[in-house]
């Protein structure tokens, strides 16, 4: 792997508008991060892909959008008040903050050299206050993952939907954790969204289903082009596991920096409704009308991280490669997750008749895909753009196409370029882009 990749992955999404520094003109907030023009296309096509997936596909699965803010009892019943913490440890020199697990000795700070205080526990909470008075009876949380916000609506489920197990629920959305070391650019953030899905199955049927989703959200990515060798499933050890949990795979990604997780299945038992039940005073439990029982189901959890997966595909599409002695970078994402799928170039900017064509083209092709119109530096210079970017294919103007109605459509992967009467544009685009 190219030592440089990382840096050269955050130099494209600065360059062409993945993913800025936020609050940059102010020098920026640390490990905080917007999503540009382009960026905001890909992490959206990312997560239409996976709701089409798991809800559109699916007959025993329902969306859900949970509030952020939740009563702060949701909080205390599933454990995250008093257990939701990471031991740290600050230098006494130059008062930084570190992650007691990362430290390779415990003593010395690995910035400056200075004596460390001993482990201290930190909520990784974010703790804030509703309403006008700042006190205790008004204290309010950030929520940490989206999966409570599932579990609480088991009932309403239950009631609006009467499903049959096994179902689940699935949910897209923002999670908020105030961790002392994030880094590797998006990968770990305080501020981040999940794809998650909570499945309810019967226990008996536990196992079978974990091994089932571990597979199915492995070959999920494979399916939007990330290459086999990049990927693996880790199961975790006993000592890895959360007091829930029966059992626990990692799919993780080969980044520059290592492998990471990019998503974790997770048996977690029947642990979260009945700790929710224990808290109001009222079951939350299944009845199976068939073996005339109740019972609390057990909860297979899949959940990934859209911003880490964005950073897995822009890797995993990067591309470098020699034509005609320069560099060409070409982003090859999968046709479903590409921020733009045509860019219409007229060859002459200075050709009114041209530029009309061009746009009335673009307007044209708007209709049916994402497209985008651009005159602003020479054609070779323009295809280089968006290849930069993933376009798919590129359409060019010509004078030529004055007198035959022909344009150019060059194909991003392959460069190869075939002459398309435009009465046909679109049903060859078509044939391209829509599956």
Known sequence: MDDNLMDKIVSLCKRRGFIFQS?????????????????????????????????????????????????????????????????????????????????????????????????????LMFKTYQGPVEDATNVIYLRPETAQGMFVNFLNILDSKHPKLPFGMAQIGKAFRNEITPGNFTFRTREFEQMEIEYF??????????????????????????????????PHGKEELAHYAKSCTDIEYNFPFGWSELEGIANRTDFDLKQHAQAIGRDLVYFD????????????????????????????AYHEEKVKEETRVVLKLHPAL?????????????????????????????KSFVTVYDDTAAIGKLYRRQDEVGTL??????????????????????????????????EYLETRLIN
Not at 210 to 221: H, P, T
Request: overall charge positive; glycine content about 6%; proline content about 5%.
């Open 23 to 123: 609050s940059d003109i102010y020098g920026g907030l640390s490990n905080t991060w917007d999503y540009g023009p382009y960026g905001v296309e890909l992490k959206n096509n990312l997560k239409r892909c996976w709701w089409k997936s798991v809800v559109y596909e699916r007959d025993d699965i329902f969306g859900l959008d949970a509030a952020i803010l939740m009563h702060p009892k949701v909080w205390e019943a599933s454990g995250h008040v008093q257990n939701f913490f990471d031991l740290k440890s600050d230098c006494k020199s130059c008062k930084k903050r570190f992650k007691t697990a990362d430290l390779k000795d415990a003593k010395k700070c690995p910035e400056c050299g200075g004596e460390l205080t001993g482990s201290r526990p930190f909520n």
């Open 201 to 234: 199955v019967k226990p008996a049927e536990a196992d079978k289903f974990y091994e089932l989703w571990v597979n199915e959200r492995f070959d999920w990515y494979l399916k939007l082009g990330i290459k086999k060798e990049g990927l693996r499933r880790r």
């Open 289 to 316: 009308d068939v073996a005339k029982e109740k019972f609390y189901p057990y909860i297979i959890e899949p959940s990934g991280g859209v911003d880490r997966s964005v950073l897995a595909f822009l890797v995993n």
């Open 338 to 366: 590409a921020p733009i799928k045509v860019a219409v170039l007229p060859l002459l900017k200075n050709r009114p008749q041209l530029v009309e064509l061009a746009r009335k083209i673009a307007q044209d092709l708007k």
């Open 393 to 426: 294919y590129c359409v060019t103007i010509d004078v030529q196409s004055l007198e035959d109605n022909q344009v150019t459509v060059r194909d991003r992967d392959t460069m190869k370029q075939d002459r398309i009467p435009l009465d046909r544009l679109k």
